[in-house]
T-cell receptor
Framework: QQQVKQSPQSLIVQKGGISIINCAYE??????FPWYQQFPGKGPALLIA?????SEKKEGRFTISFNKSAKQFSLHIMDSQPGDSATYFC?????????FGSGTKLNVKP | GAVVSQHPSWVICKSGTSVKIECRSL??????MFWYRQFPKQSLMLMAT?????????EQGVEKDKFLINHASLTLSTLTVTSAHPEDSSFYIC???????????FGPGTRLTVT
């Protein structure tokens, strides 16, 4: 059973546009929701994370929106740049064990 | 801060041999480390959870006798792929859980090719 569902599988955005990636989870015991960015041949890098006691967290051009009642959270990348082209993974955790989404390959066109 | 290293970054070995991959947390202590396997264009698959000073916990379907994990110190965990076969070729990534924090930090990965 997939604990975290992520969509879309791939995304093409023009430079300067907004990239939006969505994730949904089932287990209400999850209390930590990070997003990771991965470039080809590299390990995932922590981008931004949120706890369920807040509905939004912003760091630079990256924003997480969290809807606890709907059990959904999303990553918004404002002013998307070609350098943002990578695969993004959402995850959910109950402190020790992480469950990852299937990934979204983002391509930002110049 | 929160840097995790892996060694080697890539390795080619012959079928039937064993390969050891090291994962180190460079600037923090990690009671718990994780080992993942990632196939091309796919998500991370958790193989096992490694706890310092105790036996690793393997995920269902992962052969514990084939993928030996040792977590001898608070900064080092190793994964040994024993009697490697071509189907073991993959990208192996470790991560370290920073004690008392939620964050999990990933290493750069090790590309294993078995010929």
């Amino acid at each position: 059973q997939q604990q975290v569902k992520q969509s879309p599988q791939s995304l093409i955005v023009q430079k300067g546009g907004i990239s939006i990636i969505n994730c949904a989870y089932e287990n209400t015991a999850f209390d930590y929701f990070p997003w990771y960015q991965q470039f080809p041949g590299k390990g995932p890098a922590l981008l931004i994370a949120i706890r369920p006691d807040v509905s939004e967290k912003k760091e630079g051009r990256f924003t997480i929106s969290f809807n606890k009642s709907a059990k959904q959270f999303s990553l918004h990348i404002m002013d998307s740049q070609p350098g943002d082209s990578a695969t993004y993974f959402c995850a959910a955790s109950n402190f020790n064990k992480f469950y990852f989404g299937s990934g979204t390959k983002l391509n930002v066109k110049p | 801060g929160a840097v995790v290293s892996q060694h080697p970054s890539w390795v080619i070995c012959k079928s039937g041999t064993s390969v050891k991959i090291e994962c180190r947390s460079l600037d923090f202590q990690a009671t718990t480390m994780f080992w993942y396997r990632q196939f091309p264009k796919q998500s991370l698959m958790l193989m096992a959870t490694s706890n310092e000073g105790s036996k690793a916990t393997y995920e269902q379907g992962v052969e514990k006798d084939k993928f030996l994990i040792n977590h001898a110190s608070l900064t080092l965990s190793t994964l040994t792929v024993t009697s490697a076969h071509p189907e073991d070729s993959s990208f192996y990534i470790c991560s370290a859980h920073r004690d008392s924090f939620y964050e999990q930090y990933f290493g750069p990965g090790t590309r294993l090719t078995v010929t």
